[in-house]
T-cell receptor
Protein backbone atom coordinates (compact mmCIF):
# COMPACT_ATOMS: atom_id res chain seq x y z
CA UNK A 1 0.00 0.00 0.00
CA UNK A 2 1.16 3.53 -0.75
CA UNK A 3 2.62 5.48 2.16
CA UNK A 4 0.94 8.78 1.17
CA UNK A 5 -2.51 8.61 -0.40
CA UNK A 6 -4.70 11.34 -1.82
CA UNK A 7 -8.39 11.35 -2.61
CA UNK A 8 -9.90 12.00 -5.02
CA UNK A 9 -7.35 11.48 -7.81
CA UNK A 10 -9.36 13.52 -10.27
CA UNK A 11 -12.12 16.05 -9.72
CA UNK A 12 -14.07 18.31 -12.01
CA UNK A 13 -16.18 20.96 -10.33
CA UNK A 14 -17.89 24.25 -11.05
CA UNK A 15 -17.03 27.77 -10.02
CA UNK A 16 -18.29 28.58 -6.53
CA UNK A 17 -18.42 25.02 -5.24
CA UNK A 18 -16.70 23.93 -2.04
CA UNK A 19 -14.13 21.21 -2.55
CA UNK A 20 -12.13 19.12 -0.10
CA UNK A 21 -8.99 17.20 -1.00
CA UNK A 22 -7.83 14.61 1.48
CA UNK A 23 -4.40 13.26 2.32
CA UNK A 24 -3.50 10.31 4.53
CA UNK A 25 -0.09 8.93 5.43
CA UNK A 26 1.15 5.78 7.12
CA UNK A 27 4.75 6.97 7.52
CA UNK A 28 4.25 8.33 11.03
CA UNK A 29 5.65 11.72 10.00
CA UNK A 30 4.82 14.88 11.89
CA UNK A 31 5.26 17.30 8.99
CA UNK A 32 2.72 17.50 6.19
CA UNK A 33 2.46 19.87 3.24
CA UNK A 34 0.07 20.86 0.47
CA UNK A 35 1.46 22.05 -2.88
CA UNK A 36 -0.02 22.98 -6.21
CA UNK A 37 1.78 22.44 -9.49
CA UNK A 38 1.12 24.47 -12.62
CA UNK A 39 2.95 24.05 -15.94
CA UNK A 40 6.13 26.10 -16.00
CA UNK A 41 5.78 27.24 -12.39
CA UNK A 42 6.92 24.25 -10.42
CA UNK A 43 5.57 23.28 -7.01
CA UNK A 44 4.26 26.08 -4.82
CA UNK A 45 3.52 25.63 -1.13
CA UNK A 46 -0.07 26.32 -0.03
CA UNK A 47 -0.05 25.28 3.65
CA UNK A 48 2.10 23.19 5.93
CA UNK A 49 1.74 21.64 9.36
CA UNK A 50 4.53 20.69 11.78
CA UNK A 51 2.20 18.69 14.02
CA UNK A 52 -1.49 18.32 14.79
CA UNK A 53 -1.71 21.67 16.60
CA UNK A 54 0.41 23.61 14.14
CA UNK A 55 -0.84 25.07 10.85
CA UNK A 56 1.11 27.57 8.77
CA UNK A 57 0.42 29.46 5.56
CA UNK A 58 2.66 28.91 2.57
CA UNK A 59 3.33 31.29 -0.29
CA UNK A 60 -0.10 30.96 -1.95
CA UNK A 61 -2.68 30.31 0.80
CA UNK A 62 -5.38 32.77 -0.35
CA UNK A 63 -8.56 30.94 -1.30
CA UNK A 64 -7.53 27.77 0.56
CA UNK A 65 -7.91 26.41 4.08
CA UNK A 66 -6.64 23.26 5.77
CA UNK A 67 -7.45 20.94 8.63
CA UNK A 68 -5.06 18.59 10.41
CA UNK A 69 -7.46 16.05 11.89
CA UNK A 70 -4.77 13.68 13.16
CA UNK A 71 -1.07 13.06 12.67
CA UNK A 72 -1.94 10.95 9.66
CA UNK A 73 -4.53 13.22 8.00
CA UNK A 74 -4.27 16.64 6.40
CA UNK A 75 -7.13 18.04 4.30
CA UNK A 76 -7.15 20.96 1.90
CA UNK A 77 -10.36 22.88 1.20
CA UNK A 78 -11.30 25.33 -1.50
CA UNK A 79 -14.18 27.26 0.03
CA UNK A 80 -15.42 28.69 -3.27
CA UNK A 81 -13.53 27.24 -6.21
CA UNK A 82 -12.49 29.49 -9.10
CA UNK A 83 -11.07 28.51 -12.53
CA UNK A 84 -7.51 29.66 -11.74
CA UNK A 85 -7.39 27.02 -9.01
CA UNK A 86 -7.33 24.40 -11.75
CA UNK A 87 -4.05 22.59 -11.11
CA UNK A 88 -2.36 19.42 -9.91
CA UNK A 89 -2.34 19.25 -6.10
CA UNK A 90 0.19 17.25 -4.10
CA UNK A 91 0.36 16.32 -0.47
CA UNK A 92 3.77 15.52 1.03
CA UNK A 93 5.23 14.44 4.37
CA UNK A 94 8.62 14.65 6.04
CA UNK A 95 10.10 13.43 9.27
CA UNK A 96 12.91 15.59 10.61
CA UNK A 97 12.20 18.63 12.77
CA UNK A 98 14.88 20.47 10.83
CA UNK A 99 13.13 19.53 7.61
CA UNK A 100 16.37 18.38 6.13
CA UNK A 101 15.07 14.97 5.25
CA UNK A 102 13.42 14.13 2.00
CA UNK A 103 9.77 14.79 1.37
CA UNK A 104 7.48 11.94 0.39
CA UNK A 105 4.77 12.88 -2.07
CA UNK A 106 1.35 11.46 -2.74
CA UNK A 107 0.17 10.63 -6.26
CA UNK A 108 -1.58 13.95 -6.73
CA UNK A 109 -5.12 15.20 -7.34
CA UNK A 110 -5.94 16.73 -10.69
CA UNK A 111 -8.56 19.43 -10.07
CA UNK A 112 -10.46 21.18 -12.85
CA UNK A 113 -12.69 24.14 -12.01
CA UNK A 114 -15.09 25.06 -14.82
CA UNK B 1 12.86 38.12 -4.18
CA UNK B 2 14.10 34.53 -4.10
CA UNK B 3 14.43 32.86 -7.46
CA UNK B 4 15.30 29.31 -8.51
CA UNK B 5 15.96 28.66 -12.18
CA UNK B 6 16.49 25.37 -13.95
CA UNK B 7 17.36 24.73 -17.61
CA UNK B 8 14.53 26.42 -19.44
CA UNK B 9 14.79 24.07 -22.41
CA UNK B 10 14.03 20.37 -22.35
CA UNK B 11 17.04 18.11 -22.71
CA UNK B 12 17.14 15.55 -25.49
CA UNK B 13 20.09 13.15 -25.40
CA UNK B 14 21.27 9.89 -26.87
CA UNK B 15 21.36 6.77 -24.72
CA UNK B 16 24.75 6.29 -23.10
CA UNK B 17 25.56 10.01 -22.98
CA UNK B 18 25.72 12.20 -19.89
CA UNK B 19 22.86 14.56 -19.15
CA UNK B 20 23.79 17.71 -17.23
CA UNK B 21 21.08 19.81 -15.60
CA UNK B 22 21.58 23.15 -13.89
CA UNK B 23 19.87 24.76 -10.93
CA UNK B 24 20.70 28.42 -10.27
CA UNK B 25 19.38 30.48 -7.39
CA UNK B 26 19.39 34.11 -6.30
CA UNK B 27 18.59 35.93 -3.04
CA UNK B 28 18.84 32.64 -1.18
CA UNK B 29 21.27 31.06 1.29
CA UNK B 30 20.30 27.39 1.28
CA UNK B 31 21.52 24.98 3.92
CA UNK B 32 20.98 22.12 1.50
CA UNK B 33 19.71 21.33 -1.94
CA UNK B 34 17.67 18.32 -3.03
CA UNK B 35 16.95 16.77 -6.41
CA UNK B 36 13.71 14.98 -7.22
CA UNK B 37 12.50 12.97 -10.18
CA UNK B 38 8.91 13.33 -11.42
CA UNK B 39 7.25 11.06 -13.96
CA UNK B 40 4.10 12.21 -15.81
CA UNK B 41 1.01 12.05 -13.61
CA UNK B 42 2.99 11.12 -10.50
CA UNK B 43 4.36 12.83 -7.43
CA UNK B 44 8.04 13.76 -7.20
CA UNK B 45 10.44 11.16 -5.80
CA UNK B 46 13.54 12.13 -3.83
CA UNK B 47 16.90 11.33 -5.39
CA UNK B 48 19.74 13.13 -3.63
CA UNK B 49 20.49 15.73 -0.96
CA UNK B 50 23.66 17.82 -0.83
CA UNK B 51 24.47 20.14 2.05
CA UNK B 52 26.07 23.60 1.86
CA UNK B 53 29.42 22.32 3.12
CA UNK B 54 29.57 19.51 0.54
CA UNK B 55 30.95 19.95 -2.95
CA UNK B 56 29.82 16.72 -4.56
CA UNK B 57 27.54 13.75 -3.92
CA UNK B 58 27.13 10.55 -5.90
CA UNK B 59 24.52 7.85 -6.03
CA UNK B 60 24.92 5.12 -8.62
CA UNK B 61 24.88 6.92 -12.01
CA UNK B 62 23.88 10.26 -10.49
CA UNK B 63 26.25 13.02 -9.43
CA UNK B 64 25.37 16.35 -7.88
CA UNK B 65 27.66 19.33 -7.29
CA UNK B 66 26.92 22.38 -5.17
CA UNK B 67 28.79 25.67 -5.54
CA UNK B 68 27.54 28.23 -3.01
CA UNK B 69 29.81 30.91 -4.50
CA UNK B 70 28.30 30.54 -7.95
CA UNK B 71 24.89 29.82 -6.37
CA UNK B 72 24.54 26.81 -8.60
CA UNK B 73 24.02 23.05 -8.50
CA UNK B 74 24.74 20.70 -11.37
CA UNK B 75 22.99 17.34 -11.68
CA UNK B 76 24.58 14.71 -13.91
CA UNK B 77 23.08 11.47 -15.16
CA UNK B 78 25.91 9.36 -16.58
CA UNK B 79 25.46 6.47 -19.02
CA UNK B 80 21.88 7.63 -19.52
CA UNK B 81 19.11 5.16 -20.33
CA UNK B 82 15.62 5.64 -21.79
CA UNK B 83 14.26 4.83 -18.31
CA UNK B 84 15.91 8.04 -17.08
CA UNK B 85 13.42 10.07 -19.14
CA UNK B 86 11.50 12.24 -16.66
CA UNK B 87 11.32 15.75 -15.24
CA UNK B 88 13.95 16.59 -12.64
CA UNK B 89 13.27 19.18 -9.94
CA UNK B 90 15.74 20.95 -7.70
CA UNK B 91 14.61 22.17 -4.29
CA UNK B 92 16.33 24.37 -1.72
CA UNK B 93 15.90 24.46 2.04
CA UNK B 94 17.21 27.00 4.55
CA UNK B 95 16.87 27.68 8.28
CA UNK B 96 15.60 31.18 7.50
CA UNK B 97 12.65 29.51 5.78
CA UNK B 98 11.92 26.90 8.47
CA UNK B 99 13.67 24.44 6.16
CA UNK B 100 10.61 24.41 3.91
CA UNK B 101 11.52 23.46 0.37
CA UNK B 102 11.39 25.94 -2.51
CA UNK B 103 11.22 24.18 -5.87
CA UNK B 104 12.45 25.05 -9.33
CA UNK B 105 10.12 24.51 -12.29
CA UNK B 106 11.99 21.41 -13.42
CA UNK B 107 13.86 20.24 -16.51
CA UNK B 108 12.42 17.52 -18.74
CA UNK B 109 14.94 14.96 -19.96
CA UNK B 110 14.28 12.60 -22.85
CA UNK B 111 16.81 9.84 -23.53
CA UNK B 112 16.65 8.38 -27.06
CA UNK B 113 17.49 4.73 -27.59
Amino acid sequence: DADVTQTPRNRITKTGKRIMLECSQTKGHDRMYWYRQDPGLGLRLIYYSFDVKDINKGEISDGYSVSRQAQAKFSLSLESAIPNQTALYFCATSDDLSGKDEQFFGPGTRLTVL
Amino acid sequence: SQKIEQNSEALNIQEGKTATLTCNYTNYSPAYLQWYRQDPGRGPVFLLLIRENEKEKRKERLKVTFDTTLKQSLFHITASQPADSATYLCALGAPSNDYKLSFGAGTTVTVRA
